[in-house]
């Protein structure tokens, strides 16, 4: 730090800044991490995820088992590593359908306007209301138990909060002069929306999307965790943690491998969410530039 | 597709005001022909905006029209088939008529996509146009977004985007409020010269009498949303009929008094 500083040096430097701060790229790259696991996985697991070795039950640590083995002998970081791609999948195929409904619902409360308008978003008070978990359950209750249910009902209780933001960006922006030009032009409605109007939300739905992913993943886990999700022998995060329930008390580490991994995915993905969010939002982008 | 002529006939334009039905506009009746000017002049307020408005049926939210046809060549045509095809528009503000992070390219593109121009020979169209609006260096524009241009070659622009469409007819809507006087006239020259070139039909919303005198052939005067006199130009300037179109010359004639009617600066 130099006294002769000028006050012009900061808004220089501030040019050169990443585009991502250092706990962005630190989460950035552990996500990275996630997904290559969760792409990978089946071809780096040491072993056959569902081998059951009734000899090695309940092994710690070793170095054929690196993570130990749980109460059937398969082992821990194979499963680990194959649930990793059940749960960033289910999560991928969850925020694909929420934003699929959030864009449609949302462009088309705010775009037509008027009692249609009225109709949808009073619909996505009720959605809004809930609190999520309590909602998934519900509708879980409704359709039945298993993984294709369990991803209909988180996106049917997260659609809502995608399409308020979709509405209130394309209300902003559906009277501004470019989208009238764009009309006397003889450009149809579902072309102003695709050009105009959908780009416009993208910032905030990417950030809204990527700090939602470590949430769908507690939920797809949590409903697999009671039950009502995955089945049991499929390698899943949340059926991992309560396989090893019953052990809490005298093989506490089968808990907490998979706690470690949801926890360590959940952060990486939320710290990616609040940095994308830092860097898209012009407000906060002025305040560190000063 | 000189010899073109676009009708509206009895354009009627409504609101809700305090619970009760207004009438904004009443029984408008413009006729436009190809290769002439006809401006539509008034006070604010008067409806000339939402009269063009509502011919091409993009009325603000809350009104409505409650009657009136377009006929092109006396065949009646929605105002989705009038738009765009038969009458591009010029806005007011160019600044804001432009989407702020989408290049002039793109802007062409989607002009031309409306019209259901496939992919080839739109380049061709697009660079006819832009030189024909004065916009010489076609490259370098297309790939410049509206923030990194003046207004008077955004509006230009918007010029150009208009005869890309090849419409016979143009709607101006005070196509030189917001610019400043150089680059007001060199707007009106151009238009002029579209007129003569390409046999442009012209509606020039205005409420600048000066602007009128320079271009327009024909005057239509509107008043609390009713055609209150329609003449040649020559004919309403020096004897005006009705009060309001008096007191339009004479306000004009009291802010430029030395300028005689006939030969106004712009």
New interface residues.
């Given amino acids: 730090m130099s006294d002769l500083a000028l006050p012009e040096k900061p808004a220089a430097a501030s040019g050169r800044r990443p585009w991502l701060s250092l706990t962005g790229r630190f989460a950035l790259a552990l996500a990275a991490t996630i997904i290559a696991v969760a792409v990978f996985g089946p071809w780096l697991t040491p072993h056959d995820p569902n081998a059951m070795d009734l000899t090695a039950r309940l092994d710690g640590p070793s170095a054929a088992h690196w993570l130990g083995t749980d109460h059937l002998g398969r082992d821990i970081l194979s499963r680990l590593f194959v649930g990793a791609r059940v749960s960033l999948g289910s999560v991928a195929v969850t925020l694909s359908l929420i934003l699929a409904l959030g864009i449609g619902i949302g462009g088309a409360a705010g775009f037509l306007g008027g009692r249609t308008d009225q109709v949808i978003m009073r619909c996505a008070d009720v959605f809004l209301t809930f609190p999520t978990l309590v909602l998934a359950l519900f509708m879980v209750g409704m359709l039945g138990t298993g993984l294709v249910n369990v991803v209909i009902a988180i996106a049917l209780s997260h659609w809502a909060w995608y399409a308020r933001i979709v509405r209130g960006i394309v209300l902003s922006l559906k009277h501004r002069d470019f989208i009238l030009a764009s009309r006397l032009a003889g450009t149809g409605r579902l072309r102003i929306f695709w050009t105009h109007l959908l780009p416009a939300t993208m910032s905030q739905l990417v950030v809204l999307a990527t700090l939602d992913i470590g949430h769908i993943m507690l939920h797809v886990s949590g409903l697999s965790f009671l039950g009502l999700g995955i089945a049991a022998p499929t390698a899943e995060w949340g059926v991992m943690l309560n396989d090893a329930r019953q052990f809490v008390w005298t093989e506490p580490h089968l808990m907490i491998w998979p706690g470690l991994a949801l926890f360590i995915s959940v952060m990486a993905f939320n710290l990616l969410g609040d940095a994308i969010r830092d860097r898209l939002d012009p407000h906060l982008r002025m305040e560190h530039a000063h | 597709m000189t010899s073109r002529c676009l009708e509206i006939s009895g354009l009627t334009v409504r609101t809700m005001c305090d619970g009760r039905e207004r009438e904004l506009v009443s029984g408008v009746d413009l006729a436009l022909e190809g290769g002439e000017v006809l401006a539509l002049v008034g006070a604010s307020g008067s409806g000339k905006s939402m009269t063009c408005a509502a011919a ?1 049926d ?1 009325l ?2 809350g009104t409505w029209r409650a009657g009136g046809t377009v006929e092109l060549d006396g065949q009646v045509r929605t105002a ?1 088939e009038v ?3 038969y009458v ?2 010029i ?1 007011q ?1 160019p600044r ?7 290049t002039m390219r ?1 802007h062409a593109h ?2 031309l ?3 259901g121009m496939g992919r080839s020979g739109r380049n061709a169209r697009v660079e006819a146009a832009m030189i024909d609006a004065g916009l010489e260096d076609v490259p370098r524009i297309l790939a410049l977004h509206p923030f990194e241009m003046s207004g008077g070659m955004l509006q230009r622009m ?1 010029v150009a ?1 208009a005869l890309m ?1 090849e419409a016979p007819f143009l709607f101006a809507d005070e196509p030189t409020t917001d610019l400043d006087l150089i680059v007001q006239r060199e707007i009106l020259d151009l238009l002029e010269r579209l007129k003569k070139t390409r046999g442009l039909g012209i509606l020039l919303v205005t409420h600048d009498m000066g602007v009128v005198a320079r271009l327009a052939d024909r005057v239509a005067v509107m008043d609390a949303g009713r055609i209150v006199e329609t003449g040649p130009v020559m004919d309403v300037f020096h004897r005006p009929a009705h009060p309001t179109t008096r007191r339009l010359v004479d306000a004009h004639l009291s802010l430029y008094p030395t300028l005689s009617p006939a030969e106004p600066a712009t």
């Fill in positions: 091409l993009v603000p939210p989705r738009r765009g095809a591009a528009t806005l503000n804001s008529a432009f989407n702020p992070v989408r793109s989607e002009t996509r409306a019209l918007m985007l469409s």
